[in-house]
């Protein structure tokens, strides 16, 4: 019975998140303002909007790249040393790159502890930062793609409930295109009844930029 478990573990885990880039110009875009954010760090080492940027860019990346995994994760250790505005979103991530490292792991129990891992993290940060649109929205994009048996579906539902509600009244603190990019994702995912669709439709189409 457990083996039959790690070797389902093992096939459904290895199946991950889906590749961000549909087409390699993508990657690089990625790469490029990657570059051009290191180049203004270099100048402004503590600006937390650069910051924060550069970090998502090297999540995006290491989604589907696993050399950006370890760039990534001291981008954001550094983030949450020296940024102290920054934590949430640099522990949020940190606990996303776990996940990662889940989905690249060889052994089927390395597998299930990393993610584990990443899933305890990940909780321990929204309930810190409950009204981060940000940090919620990566935990439920994550275990969105988790295999049925960590038994997240309610929690993502429940999470985009909660996003649908704080959408509208965060708009000046997210970027457009982070804010466009969450309302995409929970209307493609077809978790959420007609009503909320809706509402949310309209709210992506009233974002301005």
């Not at 998140?17 to 690089?28: A, G, Y």
């Amino acid at each position: 019975m457990i083996t039959r478990f790690i070797i389902l573990l093992y096939i459904l885990w290895g199946i991950g998140m889906p590749s961000v880039f549909s087409k390699t110009s993508e990657k690089d875009s990625l790469l490029r303002v990657a570059s051009q954010l290191e180049k203004v760090l270099l100048n402004h080492p503590t600006n937390p909007t650069h910051q924060l940027e550069l970090g998502r860019v090297y999540f995006y990346l290491a989604v589907d790249n696993e050399e950006f995994i370890s760039k990534g994760d001291q981008h954001f250790r550094k983030m949450n040393q020296h940024s102290p505005n920054l934590k949430g979103e640099a522990n949020i991530y940190l606990a996303a790159i776990h996940a990662l490292r889940a989905k690249n792991a060889t052994w089927p129990m390395d597998k299930w502890n990393l993610a584990n891992k990443a899933l305890s993290d990940m909780d321990k940060v929204v309930e810190r930062y409950p009204n981060n649109i940000e940090i919620r929205f990566i935990r439920a994009s994550t275990c969105y793609y988790l295999p049925f048996f960590f038994n997240r579906k309610d929690q993502v539902k429940s999470d985009f409930l909660i996003l649908v509600n704080q959408l509208s009244t965060k708009e000046n603190k997210y970027p457009v295109s982070l804010l466009k990019s969450i309302c995409l994702f929970i209307m493609n995912s077809q978790y959420l009844e007609a009503p909320y669709i809706a509402s949310l439709k309209n709210y992506f189409n009233s974002i301005k930029g």
